[in-house]
């Protein structure tokens, strides 16, 4: 007595249609409702909405008739400099010294 009947497919009978095919017909469908007295090209809406920030935009100002100021003998007088960061930090740039360890030296704790 066999416990298992023969294999049955759901697809028999069924009218199989590939998607990308499917999504074809449905745009030759939309093209054939489109009369054809109608322009290719239509033009947009004359209505236009302008988009405008909320805001006054401020440019840079920059003053293109700024002259240096000149001091006596007619040398260029500078201003003070920013704050720097020093390059090194003077503890750091000494080297340490070498210390040796003795192979040992965890045996002998252990001894100890």
């Not at 199989?16 to 033009?43: A, G, N, V």
């Not at 935009?57 to 006596?72: F, L, M, R």
């Amino acid at each position: 007595m066999p416990c298992f009947s023969d294999l049955g497919y759901t697809s028999v009978g069924d009218k199989y249609i590939d998607p990308s095919r499917h999504t074809r017909l449905y745009e030759l469908e939309k093209k054939r409702k489109i009369p054809k007295d109608q322009p290719i090209f239509k033009p947009s809406d004359s209505y236009k909405t302008v988009v405008k920030a909320p805001f006054e935009h401020i440019g840079e100002k920059i003053d293109v008739n700024k002259k240096p100021k000149i001091g006596e003998n007619n040398k260029v007088i500078t201003e003070p400099p920013n704050i720097m960061a020093s390059a090194t930090v003077k503890g750091l740039s000494k080297p340490y010294e070498h210390l040796t360890d003795e192979y040992e030296r965890e045996r002998e704790f252990r001894v100890k």
